[in-house]
Each structure stands twice: as structure tokens, then as C-alpha cells.
């Protein structure tokens, strides 16, 4: 084991206190972005003669070697070390010798954890985006199988109107891809490379920030040197991101869960994301769906707990932000995996297409809103349409009759202006073809969204 500090210190610190303070544990996720930084930065030192050009290329071909192990999964970690940086020094320095104690030249462990977890946040904002993009592109694709359907849509969990089940499903599909914008903006803020800014106050050596960050794919090198060690603010936006996304897959199974059950039996999820009971035979339960909402909780406690640990830390680097990897590194795989597992659940559901139907044919109450337009058509003011609206639901209700039954003298008895063509309306397909506002369930718009929706996602 070797630790990179340690000089001045009288007597090894506790096996207690090393058990305690390594983070080996759970920064050895870290590694490839640990070596990815270190091989820019060590051409930088050779590029600024801060170090000698052999000495560069010898540290860079060592850490290319321990590379290609990480990517081919043969590295080992060494629990006894106490983090990544270190691990993969030691082993830089028995594959290259003195070489490898010039690489920590200009550069302190402040500066570069940071820099690993942005280049960590960096890779997994990107495959995060492609994760909502499958899922959306999953989400479409059942949208545009059954573009024809017409499902009932709820407020308060009451029925209230119809709309196609394309524009149901296309809102997800809208909620998702304010999620990727969300993480889009979280990269470009993010995307300022902090190494070389040393523990705080930067370095006295003719280094070259810029260099490296263009190597490592950043937009530049950060302005400051204090907030560039001290800034996990990219960590906790991150986090309140996957919070939003984890709250939208959370709603979306919700609806599903109720759609699966009997009482309203308008879908049908694959058995292969369905469990039994090990108690009724009977049972088809949507376990995967319900797992799904659980596991958005840990997504707001996630949340708290990063600000809870950064609001009280003055400038510049504290130990307590070791503990920032663990919350991030939870958080950014369960959002990876929900994204995955919701792709392909999507992708095998089936529509009840006849239950759905029978729904909307024994409630005609799902049309009294086009009723009331009809009404606002013929020149009666919102209030008067609203009241003679209700008037005639509750009759309706109260007597057991549909709306339809009604006799154009009964109709007369409500309003003059109702004639009987106000029955054409009581239809699902008419209720959604005379929708004219922009964004509605009117069915050109939403074939226009379908067509908009998959040129965005190809």
C-alpha cells in the first residue's frame, strides 16, 4: 500500500481510521477517467518541458497499458489502497520506475477527482440521453402501432374526456425529452476542466491548461482555481435531473399499473415483466411496473442527501466530498437501468382494443365538454353552456338514461339552440376529429407529432 501524502507523519495512521477514510471501495469506477486525465496530463507536462519528453512518453505508455486492462475488465483493484489515484500510481510505478513519480507534477488530488467525476458525468450524461432516446423511440413506436385507438382521459381519476392513445403516449414522449434538455444543459455547464488548478491556488510551472482540456474533450479550462476543487454543484444538478426524469417513469407506471387491472383491463404487460403469487394462482402481477415507481424514491432522498452534505462546506476541498461519489454513482446507474428496463416493457404491451371501446360507449358523459363548444358555437355564453350542460348530465344521471336516448324535445327542454345533430357528437372519433387547437388530440396534428417525433428520434 502507498499513499501520496505521508512525509511529515510521525506514525501510520489506524487500520480503523484506513478502513473508515479509503474510498477504493466505490472510486474504482473512476479508473479509466483517472487514467484518461493523467495521460493528457502528462503530455502537457512533456509539451511545457516541465518534464522531459521521455519521461512523458514513458508515463503515457504505461498508462495506456493499464487502460487497455480496466477496458478489458483484466485490471485489479488493491483494497488496501486507499483510492484509485493511488492504485493506479503504484502500479504506474512498478511497470515504469522513477518516471512515475513525476506525473503529480502541478496537479493535487483536489483537482483531480473532480476531474474524474466530470469526465465519469460526462460519459453517463451521454449514455443517460441515448437511455430517455430508447425509450422514447419504444414509447413512439406503440403510439404509431395503434394510432386508431381512442382511450378515455382522466382528471382526479375521474373520467373527463377522450383522446387517441398516440397523444397520451406522445406526452411521454414530450416529458422525456424535457429530461434530455434538462441533462444537455447540466453537460454544458459542467464541460470546464478543472485539473491544474492544484489544490486551490493553481500552480507556479508554466502549465497548459487549455491543452488539456482540449484533450479531454472540455470546452476550456476553468477560471478559477477555488472553485474549480470546491464546485459539485454539476454532481447535484445531476442528481435533481434524474430526480425529475425518476418522477416522470414513475407517473408513466402508474398509468400503467391502472390500465393493467381488471377494473379498467385497457392493457396487457407481457408475462415476461409480470410475477405470480405464491399464495392465488390467479395472480399476474405487474411487479416490474411497480418496482419501477418504488425505485423513484431513492432518486429525491439521493437529492437531499448531496445538498444536506455540501451546504455548510467552506472553500475549498473538504473530506466530506469523498462521500459525493457513492450518492452520484447509485443514482446515475439506477437511472441507466429503469431506462433500459422501461425500453423494452414498452416495446411488449399489448391494447385491449374492444375493452377500451366498451368503456367509452357506457359513459357519454366523456362528450359533454364538446357539447358545451357546440353550444359556445351557437352564440350562448360559456357560463350558460356549462349550466345547461350540467343540467342535462344530471337528468341523465339521475334517471339511468344516456344522453343519446334524449328526444329532440327533450333536448328543447334544455336549450333552444340544442337540436338533435348535437347526437353526432356523443362519438369517440367525432369527439377527437373536431379538436382544433394547436397541440391537440386532433388526429392530423397528431399524425403530424407521430412523423415530427420520429425524424427527431432516427
Not at 425509450?135 to 378515455?152: C, F, G, H, T
Not at 454539476?234 to 400503467?256: G, K, N, P, Q, T
Not at 461519489?325 to 441507466?336: M, N
Request: hydrophobic share 45%.
Amino acid at each position: 500500500m502507498s499513499k501520496l501524502w505521508g512525509s511529515r507523519f510521525k506514525s501510520a495512521t489506524s487500520q480503523v481510521a484506513d478502513k473508515f477514510t479509503f474510498s477504493i471501495a466505490y472510486d474504482q469506477r473512476l479508473a479509466k477517467y483517472d487514467v484518461l486525465g493523467s495521460m493528457a496530463h502528462a503530455k502537457m507536462l512533456g509539451k511545457c518541458r516541465i518534464i522531459s519528453s521521455k519521461d512523458s512518453s514513458a508515463i503515457v505508455n504505461g498508462l495506456q497499458k493499464i487502460l487497455k486492462q480496466i477496458e478489458s475488465g483484466s485490471w485489479k483493484f488493491d483494497p488496501k489502497e486507499e483510492d484509485i489515484h493511488s492504485n493506479i500510481q503504484t502500479v504506474l510505478k512498478k511497470m515504469i520506475g522513477a518516471p512515475a513519480d513525476r506525473l503529480h507534477t502541478a496537479r493535487s488530488r483536489n483537482d483531480q477527482v473532480v476531474c474524474d467525476v466530470k469526465l465519469y458525468c460526462k460519459e453517463n450524461i451521454y449514455n443517460l440521453i441515448l437511455g430517455v432516446s430508447a425509450l422514447q423511440r419504444s414509447i413512439l413506436k406503440l403510439a404509431k402501432a395503434n394510432n386508431d385507438v381512442i382511450v378515455p382521459a382522466y382528471t382526479h381519476l375521474q373520467a373527463a374526456q377522450v383522446v387517441l392513445f398516440a397523444h397520451h403516449m406522445l406526452a411521454y414522449v414530450e416529458m422525456l425529452e424535457r429530461d434530455k434538455t434538462r441533462l444537455s444543459d447540466c453537460f454544458m455547464r459542467l464541460n470546464f476542466l478543472p485539473l491544474g488548478s492544484c489544490a486551490l491556488s493553481g500552480s507556479s510551472l508554466p502549465t497548459d491548461r487549455n491543452y488539456v482540456a482540449k484533450e479531454l474533450g472540455f470546452t476550456q479550462a476553468s477560471a478559477n482555481s477555488m472553485d474549480s476543487v470546491s464546485d459539485r454543484d454539476f454532481i447535484v444538478e445531476i442528481i435533481a435531473d434524474l430526480s425529475i426524469l425518476a418522477m416522470h417513469l414513475s407517473r408513466m407506471s402508474e398509468d400503467l399499473m391502472l390500465w393493467a387491472t381488471k377494473e379498467f383491463d385497457f392493457i396487457d404487460i407481457d408475462w415476461s415483466f409480470c410475477t405470480g403469487s405464491s399464495i392465488m394462482p390467479h395472480k399476474k402481477n405487474p411487479d416490474v411496473v411497480e418496482l419501477m415507481r418504488g425505485a423513484s424514491a431513492q432518486f429525491p432522498g439521493a437529492l437531499i442527501e448531496i445538498l444536506t452534505l455540501l451546504k455548510a462546506l467552506p472553500l475549498t476541498y473538504n473530506r466530506d466530498m469523498q462521500l459525493d461519489k457513492p450518492v452520484l454513482f447509485r443514482s446515475v446507474e439506477a437511472a441507466i437501468d429503469m431506462l433500459n428496463v422501461f425500453s423494452e416493457l414498452f416495446a411488449n404491451i399489448a391494447i385491449k382494443k374492444e375493452n377500451i371501446l366498451k368503456r367509452l360507449e357506457a359513459d357519454e358523459s366523456f362528450f359533454s365538454v364538446d357539447i358545451m363548444e357546440y353550444l359556445i358555437g351557437k352564440g350562448v355564453s360559456y357560463r350558460e353552456a356549462h349550466d345547461i350542460v350540467g343540467e342535462m348530465v344530471k337528468e341523465c344521471l339521475d334517471g339511468g338514461i344516456l344522453l343519446s336516448s334524449l328526444s329532440e324535445n327533450q333536448l328543447k327542454k334544455f336549450s333552444k339552440h340544442l337540436n338533435v345533430d348535437v347526437k353526432k357528437l356523443l362519438n369517440p372519433k367525432m369527439s377527437v376529429r373536431i379538436k382544433k387547437s394547436f397541440g391537440s388530440t386532433n388526429p392530423e396534428m397528431v399524425d403530424a407529432q407521430l412523423a415530427r417525433w420520429h425524424k427527431i428520434l432516427k
